[in-house]
């Protein structure tokens, strides 16, 4: 039986998100109406900042839904990554891209990619048959010397195509205009997560997560906007959140895919951070504003501990960095069905972890609903060991 009581603190900014999608869309067709370009993005190591920088609006196009996948089996294999064939197939089916479910996958006009799994590789070669694609490569091995400089040409490169799909110009001061908008909401988000460290937090991380997932769907004026008024609310808002303290660790849930951590907080259990791409992983380092442009960018972006990269033992130590930082009890490794990357990085976080005292509990699942019994159970027994 489900253990959540109802808060009854309502945080009524939290609406501003909620409701955010048929503006949103509304203002991408306005957008398009008047000649705006729009790209869509499937991953955090595509620079918003040079994108918005060039006059074009983003929308992300990670699936989050199950019901796309029936349409993308008949491409994809069936043994294949939920989020890879939900975003495939959010394109491909006409009875998602044509109706108001989903609009805003079948209005852009150029797809930038990047080369991280080879599910996702695979999957844009078939994809640049609907929409154009730009595939960004992305050295792998983060520290090797060559990495920074090689990572700086292709975003050179990313410049070119976006200039030639324009024909505007991205000037240095249109850049760090936009490198200081990006910095600003980062900086609002650490500010937000310094509030997630109480021993009763004002925002559930059900809630978070909801916040979260429109980071690259709203515009960043509209998210930042939305963002500091959920902020000034929460600061003077009281509301009593309790349970065992839970840090989500994995796999990207994208918008959608919410079934693992309400599990988790409806069977008593409280997310206090998310080392996720629909997490910290998101905002948590900055851009050097003092740096030449290009290369800041870089160093900023190839920080992200995504599990493609070799060796990650960055990840491991932010895991057990927020771990302590955040007072945490427990660890919660979600991995998407499939994900290889992050299923096989998950020995190294348990083992990380054991050393430090935090207990790991595993899940990996997809979309469907059909472990989700399965996954009360485990969770419960995980929560009752933490309490």
Not at 10 to 22: C, E, R, T, V
Not at 92 to 101: H, L
Not at 363 to 377: L, V
Request: proline share 5%; glycine share 6%.
């Amino acid at each position: 039986m489900d253990k959540i009581v109802e808060n009854i603190v309502f945080i009524k900014s939290l609406d501003l998100f909620k409701d955010a999608f048929p503006e949103r869309i509304d203002q991408i067709l306005k957008n398009k109406e008047e000649g705006k370009k729009i790209v869509g993005t499937l991953c955090l190591y595509v620079p918003d900042e040079l994108i918005y920088a060039c006059g074009v609006d983003r929308v992300i196009l990670c699936g989050g839904r199950s019901a796309p996948i029936e349409a993308a089996e008949q491409y994809l294999p069936r043994n294949l990554c939920p989020l890879i064939k939900s975003s495939f197939g959010s394109v491909i089916d006409q009875k998602c891209s044509k109706t108001k479910s989903c609009p805003h996958f079948g209005l852009v006009d150029l797809i930038i990619a990047e080369a991280t799994c080879d599910g996702k590789k695979k999957m844009y070669e078939l994809l640049n048959q609907y929409i154009p694609i730009h595939v960004m490569d992305l050295p792998q091995k983060p520290e090797n010397q060559n990495a920074l400089e090689y990572y700086i040409k292709e975003l050179e490169s990313l410049k070119c195509v976006l200039e030639n799909l324009t024909g505007n110009k991205i000037t240095d001061a249109k850049l760090r205009n936009e490198i200081k908008s990006a910095n600003e909401t980062r900086k609002l988000l650490h500010e937000l997560y310094e509030l997630r460290k109480r021993d009763s937090p004002p925002i559930r991380g059900t809630e978070m997560l909801k916040v979260l997932q429109q980071m690259h769907f709203l515009s960043p004026d509209g998210f930042r906007k939305n963002l500091v008024l959920l902020l000034d609310e929460l600061k003077v808002k009281k509301r009593e959140n309790s349970g065992p303290r839970i840090m989500i660790s994995g796999c990207p849930m994208a918008s959608g895919n919410m079934k693992v951590p309400e599990i988790i907080e409806n069977r008593g259990g409280l997310i206090v951070v998310e080392e996720s791409c629909t997490g910290t992983r998101a905002f948590w380092d900055l851009v050097d504003e003092n740096k030449e442009l290009m290369r800041a960018l870089a160093e900023r972006y190839l920080k992200i501990p995504c599990a493609c990269m070799y060796p990650n033992d960055r990840r491991i130590d932010q895991i057990l960095r927020l771990a302590g930082d955040f007072n945490v009890d427990g660890v919660v490794y979600y991995t998407l069905q499939f994900c290889h990357g992050y299923n096989v990085e998950k020995y190294r976080v348990a083992e990380a972890l054991k050393k430090s005292g935090i207990p790991l509990l595993s899940i990996e699942s997809d979309y469907s609903g059909a472990d989700t019994e399965q996954i009360k159970t485990r969770v419960d027994a995980f929560l009752e060991m933490l309490e």
